[in-house]
């Protein structure tokens, strides 16, 4: 034990007597005193105590090399968003805007750890390497709620979107488990508290009114090629036609439509033509991907890497696909649509089009309605059309790329296929 006297200053009378009582209660226990410090062996600090942001870095870490690139994408949410707010009380800090910002652009990407730091980023990144919770201190119910509410939150303070918020806790509480698998915690704290929500459980399914018919499909395709800047080659809605056919008639997400080649495409001069389907290039950003490209470059989704699915389409499409290649050819990868640099076309681009044709096509009432709102409503349109014309439920599946119990759970709302025709079948048999 050390021979010099220890002491310690407190603010207030009531902390002077917390610390008095908690060294008694060590003293009573027999634990050993530190020499350096004149502290009990329980409450001397640990040297190199794990902090939370140097675990969420060790996760990232782990996780990171097998992750898609939009998974990646959601992951760095997640973890910008809980990280700003495990933090201790410490002078100095930051905008929580640039908060994320530092966490997000250069300090959660392992790549990005390598770049020059602005000087208000390093800033940032030091105070919280100072402020950040200890891991240990994650199993008090005290310090995790608060960050299980922020994960609900967006930056303004609103709440969240319900899949967001499910999302980023599932991150969150993985994170958790991993420290649990390590040993580094004794336990999952997420599993001792019963998290708050003020939101509806979110069905999943898909709205029937986003959901066109085959006459609202056709004009709104035809008046894709009245929109779009002028280039070379006309509109640019005119080389997006077929893209936007692709969703509807093939029934493909636009990350699939987008990753369709020439040699993919089976186009007869006359009758079913045949897609296979087997490459997806979601829009991640550049610090998510392996090849540093916005586009990720993936197998298709619920599928193994090489596993592709086939989907039969229409005349109409086959003609369409075939004047597409005839008229704007396809990229040096065989690529059918592609950015007039011969990129990927970007959501941004393809959205806006889009959003055009509704104006263009649509009366006032049906522009401020949800109808066909996104290009993704497309696909949906598209497997409640198949669903309608009586498909057996696994062969839609097959086409769409679903589970048969995830078909029938998204698209529940819209298999109605004649609604009187029903009505009339209750009205008979309430007539007895």
Request: glycine residues 8%.
């Amino acid at each position: 034990m050390g021979v010099e006297p220890k002491s310690r200053t407190f603010s207030t009378r009531a902390l002077a007597d917390n610390f008095r009582s908690d060294l008694m209660q060590a003293a009573n226990r027999g634990e050993s005193f530190d020499g350096d410090s004149g502290l009990p062996e329980s409450m001397v600090p640990p040297e190199e105590a794990v902090t939370w942001l140097t675990f969420v870095l060790r996760y990232v870490d782990m996780k990171w090399p097998g992750a898609a690139a939009k998974s990646r994408d959601s992951m760095t949410d997640a973890l910008a968003t809980v990280t700003g707010v495990l933090v201790r009380d410490v002078a100095g800090r930051p905008d929580a805007v640039l908060l994320r910002r530092a966490l997000r652009e250069y300090e959660l990407p392992p790549a990005a750890r390598q770049l020059d730091r602005p000087a208000e980023i390093a800033a940032a990144l030091r105070w919280l390497g100072k402020a950040s919770v200890s891991l240990p201190a994650l199993a008090e119910a005290a310090v995790v709620r608060p960050a299980l509410d922020a994960l609900g939150l967006r930056m303004d303070g609103r709440p969240a979107a319900a899949s967001t918020t499910r999302r980023r806790r599932s991150v969150f509480y993985n994170v958790l488990q991993y420290a649990v698998e390590l040993e580094l915690l004794d336990f999952n704290p997420v599993d001792k508290l019963r998290v708050r929500s003020t939101r509806r459980k979110v069905s999943g399914e898909v709205d029937r009114r986003v959901v066109v018919n085959v006459g609202q499909a056709r004009e709104l395709l035809t008046a894709v090629t009245y929109v779009g800047r002028r280039g070379r080659n006309g509109r640019r809605g005119e080389w997006l036609r077929a893209f936007y056919a692709c969703l509807y008639f093939a029934a493909l997400r636009p990350s699939e439509a987008l990753g369709l080649r020439e040699r993919d495409c089976h186009l007869p001069a006359s009758g079913w033509g045949l897609l296979t389907v087997e490459k997806s290039r979601p829009s991640a950003g550049k610090r998510y991907t392996d090849s540093g490209e916005v586009h990720d470059e993936r197998g298709l989704k619920h599928r193994g890497e090489s596993e592709a699915r086939e989907v039969p389409i229409p005349p109409e499409l086959v003609a369409i696909l075939r004047e597409h290649i005839e008229r704007f050819g396809v990229g040096a990868d065989g690529r059918l649509f592609r950015s007039t640099r011969g990129g990927v076309v970007a959501s941004s681009t393809y959205s806006r089009v889009w959003e055009e044709a509704r104006m263009l096509s649509l009366p006032p009432e049906r522009v401020a309605s949800p109808l066909a709102g996104r290009p993704y409503d497309l696909r949906h349109a598209g497997v409640s059309l198949w669903l309608n014309a009586g498909l057996p439920a696994p062969e839609v599946a097959a086409r769409a790329g679903h589970s048969v119990d995830v078909l029938l759970k998204v698209y529940a709302k819209c298999i109605d296929g004649d609604r009187s025709r029903l009505n009339e079948r209750i009205e008979a048999a309430l007539r007895g």
